[in-house]
């Protein structure tokens, strides 16, 4: 844990000593564009290697009755039995979390009434449902929202997004909810990790190092917006030179969003080959994309070499002079045969 | 490739959605300089240029707090120790009285709409 919070820093570190020192072009221009290629590249690459990779089994994890005789009530959505039914589970898994929802804590209880001893008992947890979707749609409308940056003339729904984030017309520059929601959640979902001793015990650094990665992402963009700012106009139009390929002079921007482009940048270089890979992930996993129809479709292993078949009429063809010597029926005489 | 066709499509919004900074930079229109109109006949604004650019709002979040709830509408500048008279309406735009070429220019292309003008007045150059 503390190896990547100081593997963070030190990037972190790196970034703004570089700025200051007048490497900015490096940080600002030259990581940005590989960050950018060496992400879509790699999503690329990580979604045809998935997309090549063969299903043996059908595999789709079921949470229901599965379709049965007409009578049974089928769970349609926890158990779909057909391609619309895994759309709609598919659905509520992206945008809902659903399976999360299940999520269950177990807990020894020493001296237990019912048992008059010690009893094992499972709790609904919603905790880490609640944040984990508290935090994904926080990143999302902080993803839609940082579009001024990158766009002239400002579309309006993204004015609307900022307009509902700011609703509560806090301080000035107006503080956006999202901001401090994504940050709260993910200070739990790493608060999770450490007082949590199962969970801490299987923790490791690739569980660790995104969530600090995020928290400095997120820090250091709170920082900009709220106390040591920078001249927004100033990025804007930075930024909107590096998108049209003709990148301008970085004098005068804060040295914090440099560590903030390095953070942001780092983290697309790290997304697909780590467990981060996960947002195209959910649509290639075989436990979640496929129908549970096992008893109706045969689900034929891709991997399977191809069979030889060695049909009766072929076999009557191979052994005919001898059967007809034994005198077994025939469904061709060896004289029809002839012809 | 298994299910070539529909991961094929996904590929291709992935990329489309991803890298629209860069396709949507050559839709619309390029941002060089703000290209605000500074007012004529005055060099210096309350603080200096760099933070008047990036805090300006916080300053005037200071300004509304001194003013309203520690009754004090007297600003001595950092910069020159000017003493400036707290006032969003008589003093900033007082300056800056081209609201359209100035603020609003600078807000529009970085998407910020004030809401203080659902109170505040915006001077109206005299055209009423």
């Keep these: 844990m503390f190896a990547s919070l100081v593997l963070v820093l030190l990037i972190a570190a790196i970034a703004w000593i570089g700025a200051s020192v007048g490497l900015a072009p490096l940080f600002g221009v030259v990581l ?5 290629l060496v992400f879509i590249g790699g999503m690329i690459w990580r979604m045809t290697y998935w997309a090549k990779s063969p299903v043996p089994f059908c595999i789709p994890t079921t949470g229901g009755q599965e379709q049965s005789l007409d009578f049974i009530k089928q769970a349609k959505i926890d158990c779909p039995s057909t391609t619309w039914g895994v759309v709609k589970r598919m659905f ?10 299940r999520n269950t804590s177990a807990e020894i209880v020493e001296n237990d009434p019912v048992n008059k001893g010690p009893r094992l008992i499972y709790y609904s947890s919603l905790w880490l449902w609640a944040f984990a979707l508290i935090f994904h749609y926080s990143v999302l409308v902080i993803f839609i929202r940082h579009f001024r940056f990158f766009m002239e003339p400002v579309p309006a ?5 900022e307009t509902i984030d700011g609703i509560m017309q806090v ?23 450490v007082w949590n001793y199962r969970l801490r015990y299987i923790s490791l650094a690739n569980d660790y190092f995104p969530l600090w990665l995020l928290l400095g992402i997120v820090c250091s963009g709170l920082c900009l917006r709220y106390f040591d700012k920078t001249e927004i106009s100033q990025v804007k139009i930075y930024l909107m030179g590096l998108t049209h390929f003709a990148p301008v002079s970085a ?11 390095t953070l942001v940048c ?17 649509f290639f996993s075989p436990t979640r994309n496929m129908a549970n129809n096992s008893r109706r479709i045969r689900h034929i292993n891709p991997w399977n070499p191809p069979k030889q078949y060695f049909t009766y009429p072929e076999y009557e063809d191979a052994y005919r002079d001898a059967m007809a010597e034994a005198g077994l029926p025939l469904e061709k005489q060896p004289e029809k045969a002839a012809e | 490739m298994y299910n070539a066709k529909a991961v094929i499509i ?37 603080e200096d240029t760099e933070f008047m650019r990036a805090q300006h709002m916080r300053l005037l979040d200071e300004w509304r707090d001194q003013a309203l709830r520690e009754e004090n509408r007297v600003y001595e500048s950092a910069l020159n120790g000017k003493k400036w008279v707290i006032s969003l309406q008589n003093t900033c735009l007082k300056c800056h ?16 709409y004030p809401y203080c003008w659902t109170c505040h007045i915006i001077p109206t150059e005299g055209k009423r």
């Design chain 1, 251 to 261: 004098a005068g921007i804060n040295g914090l969003f440099f560590i903030h482009l």
């Design chain 1, 171 to 193: 301080g000035s520059p107006r503080f956006y909810w999202t901001g401090g929601l994504a940050l709260v959640a993910l200070l739990f979902l790493l608060a999770r990790r």
């Design chain 1, 266 to 282: 780092v983290l697309l270089m790290y997304f697909p080959f780590s467990k981060l890979a996960h947002m195209p992930g959910v």
């Design chain 2, 97 to 112: 009285s081209n609201y359209s070429e100035f603020c609003e220019k600078c807000h529009v292309a970085n998407s910020v």
């Design chain 1, 157 to 161: 729904p993204i004015t609307w997004v």
């Design chain 1, 32 to 36: 940005p564009y590989a960050a950018v």
């Design chain 2, 10 to 46: 996904g590929i291709v919004i992935f990329v489309a959605i991803f890298s629209s900074p860069f396709w949507t930079g050559w839709i619309g229109q390029d941002y060089t300089k703000t290209g605000v109109v500074l007012p004529a006949g005055e060099k210096e604004c309350i």
């Design chain 1, 92 to 101: 509520t898994e992206v945008f809902l979390f659903r399976s999360l929802f």
